[in-house]
């Protein structure tokens, strides 16, 4: 579904590329609202593009922005593809003669909005417009989007909710479409599905046939976790090969966020270029100590105030109000998780920014690091402090819960507080059923049905008000054939953007609770198979009906998300390892918490899993893939093009008249014996003859 380097587009979308919200209604008067526009309209123009500029909703513009030529967007993706070539993205040089180029690979529609999506943001030193959407020059510029092709969308989500499973031409299909980013994540998705298929079989198994608290299960969740997350570092590269972005990672424009401390001598190219000094900002990030530490503090002690008070209430607290009261731990949770970790965020952001990344996958990558602590902490604190807090320590913390000795005996049970109160093993195994069934069906519901029905209610809300105050639409003036479209712009500038790291972080995280916590509940791997079913259709719907269309950013993988995986399947060898060691044997109850013997489970499991982890990653490397035979046949080419080229040799020349090369004429006389191989084989078997005769 691409579209021919000389087509405007979408047929549907009028040629539109991108489409530019400026609110003018946010400048402090007329003036300066036009003198904003006009350095818009002149930005656009210095880079080649053309406009056309319609009335947007509630004192906004809609700029429609499109390439002017289509020299122009072959010249931009020839020198796009002659750069990746240069940095080693691309194994061969593109054709030097353009249209050939092209002709060979074809234009994808992600390619060419990315192409002008660069053109538009990059820093005018790269020869871009340098638009920053509400930064600096550019604060009435809201944001810049790309259509929707609609005709891709009914097709996309009529093919999925029909198949089972996405194969790489579907894949392949999404990546034309959208960009490598977006491909990636959905590859990820039906990759770690398929693995799930495995892992809700085991503990399926394990669930009907083996004990509670199963090493052997243990040992294959672990196992399993590792082989996931082995093969998908492969499949990562596999796919990279085959849509020519390997290490596009390494080839990044500079963000036009960053500030250059000094210009300096390029130690390669020896250009004078703006940089900031390393050591400044190895510096600056050493903050992010500080900050990962004083977070950690924060939300854990959070946790647990609300987790002993949720105790106390639930298991000790027998006064009035009670069925209340149980709703209070839940509210401030509700309450308060969302407000601390919003301001922990936006410090997270401004530190990101103190950093002064130069590039977007840099900056992307610290982000995610310093909020990956956040996402830990909420998701998986409150079974830590039911596993190893409560269960192992319960009797002897909780009597110390009813400091005013009044609220849970009455006075004839003072005597003996601990006699009212006993652990509850099975907790622990509600709370894993509520993160793993309970709370994912919420997540998804809040995802997808929520935002729908919020945005309808909203804008029924909004027509019903502007009706009564007899506001009347400034949009009757529009031509009647451009009508349907300027409302589907308007509709979609209303939309929310989309972002793939969320995604990421909700599949990494859902990861992390079949890594850490799968022994004490085995058929979690079956809710997130169901799950993920349903959310890798939902995701699709989310992108074509309630987001605005991704800009296509291209990437070589998901990004540090990878490295978070690795870190929780290592987790994950150390938690279940201690769960295993204290509630094995269920017979009697958990065990009692030492520390010499749960540093022993430890450090077992943790060596048996760097072994694992180094076999079966050696065993993974010893089979091949298609994107890796590609990538040698490519190089080979290249190797056997720049030999014959270097030889005078083309590729329809036999490789025999590389004995006719040019030779001195001083050794014209000892060359010019035998004329070729039949002459010297010739002259070979007179030698041997005449050297048998002598012997």
């Known amino acids: 579904m691409g579209h021919n380097v000389c087509s405007d587009g979408s047929v549907s979308n009028k040629g539109v590329d991108f489409v530019i919200s400026f609110a003018f209604s946010r400048a402090k008067d007329k003036n300066e609202s036009e003198a904003a526009f006009q350095r818009l309209l002149n930005a656009l123009d210095a880079i080649g593009m053309r406009t056309e500029v319609r009335n947007g909703l ?9 390439i002017r030529s289509t020299q122009k967007l072959i010249g931009e993706v ?20 353009t249209q050939r180029s092209l002709d060979k690979e074809p234009l994808t529609e992600a390619e060419r909005l990315r192409i002008v999506y660069a053109m538009l943001t990059n820093p005018e030193s790269d020869g871009g417009a340098g638009i920053t959407p509400k930064k600096g020059l550019w604060s009435l510029v809201d944001d810049i ?72 299960f243990a040992v294959a969740n672990c196992l399993w976790s590792i082989i996931f997350v082995e093969y998908w570092k492969r499949q990562e590269v596999d796919l990279a090969v085959r849509w020519n972005v390997r290490n596009v990672s390494q080839l990044q424009n500079k963000r036009a966020r960053f500030q250059p401390d000094m210009t300096a001598e390029d130690p390669v190219t020896g250009e004078l270029v703006k940089t900031f000094p390393a050591w400044k900002r190895l510096v600056r990030q050493a903050l992010q100590i500080p900050f990962a530490l004083g977070a950690s503090i924060i939300l854990s002690t959070l946790y647990a105030a609300v987790f002993a008070i949720e ?46 990344y130069e590039n977007e996958s840099s900056y992307e990558a610290a982000m995610t690091q310093k909020v990956f602590v956040f996402n830990f902490i909420t998701s998986y604190v409150p079974l830590f402090l039911t596993a190893f807090i409560y269960v192992p320590f319960g009797n002897l913390i909780v009597p110390h819960l009813d400091v005013l000795g009044l609220l849970s005996q009455s006075p004839s049970e003072k005597d003996s507080p601990a006699s009212v109160f006993q652990v509850n093993p099975d907790r622990l195994r509600k709370q894993v059923f509520y993160f793993t069934v309970t709370a994912q069906a919420v997540s998804l519901a809040m995802e997808t049905v929520v935002p729908h029905l919020k945005r309808k209610v909203f804008k029924k809300a909004k027509d019903f008000q502007n009706k009564r105050n007899g ?18 712009i308007r509709s979609e500038a209303e939309l929310g953007t989309y972002d793939v790291t969320d995604d990421l972080r909700e599949m990494c995280m859902q990861f992390g609770y079949l ?38 950013h291209r990437a070589d993988s998901i990004g540090p998300w990878l490295n978070n995986l690795g870190f929780l399947t290592w987790m994950g060898s150390v938690t279940s390892s201690a769960l ?110 005449s050297t048998k005769k002598d012997v």
């Open 145 to 216: 989007f790309p259509l929707h092709d609609t005709e891709f969308n009914k097709a996309w989500m009529k093919n999925w909710s029909t198949t089972w499973t996405v194969g790489p031409e579907e894949l392949g299909k999404l990546r034309d479409m959208f960009g490598e980013k977006v491909a990636f994540y959905f590859a990820f998705l039906q990759t770690y599905f398929t693995f799930l298929l495995v892992a809700a079989a085991i503990g399926t198994g394990t669930f009907f046939l083996l004990p509670q608290y199963s090493l052997v």
């Open 311 to 356: 105790i106390f209430i639930s298991e000790v607290y027998n006064g009035p109000l009670k069925s209340v009261l149980t709703f209070l731990p839940t509210v401030l949770l509700t309450v308060l998780v969302p407000t601390i970790t919003g301001f922990l965020s936006s410090i997270a952001t401004k530190l990101t920014d103190f950093e002064n």
């Open 471 to 488: 506001k009347v639409s400034i949009h009757l003036n529009d031509a009647p054939e451009e009508k349907e479209f300027l409302d589907r």
């Open 78 to 97: 020839y020198r796009s593809r002659i750069k990746d070539w240069l940095h080693g993205v691309r194994p061969a040089a593109p054709d030097d003669e």
């Open 515 to 552: 890594c850490l916590f799968a022994p004490v509940w085995p058929v979690a791997a079956v809710s997130f198979l169901v799950n993920n079913w349903i959310e890798l259709r939902s995701d699709a719907a989310k992108i074509c009906l309630e987001m605005r269309r991704p800009v296509p």
């Open 580 to 689: 295993i060691y204290l509630f094995s044997n269920t017979a009697s109850g958990p065990r009692t918490l030492t520390t010499s013997g749960i540093l022993v489970a430890i450090f077992f499991s943790e060596h048996v899993y760097f072994v694992a982890r180094l076999v079966i990653r050696t065993a993974l490397s010893k089979l091949d893939s298609p994107g890796l035979i590609k990538e040698r046949q490519e190089r080979f080419i290249v190797r056997r093009r720049f030999l014959q080229q270097s030889l005078g040799v083309d590729d329809e020349t036999e490789f025999s008249t590389v004995g006719d090369a040019q030779i001195k004429d001083e050794d014209e006389e000892f060359w010019g014996t035998q004329k070729g191989i039949k002459d010297s084989m010739i002259a070979a078997k007179e030698i041997i003859s």
């Open 58 to 66: 509630e004192g906004k513009l809609l700029v429609c922005v499109r």
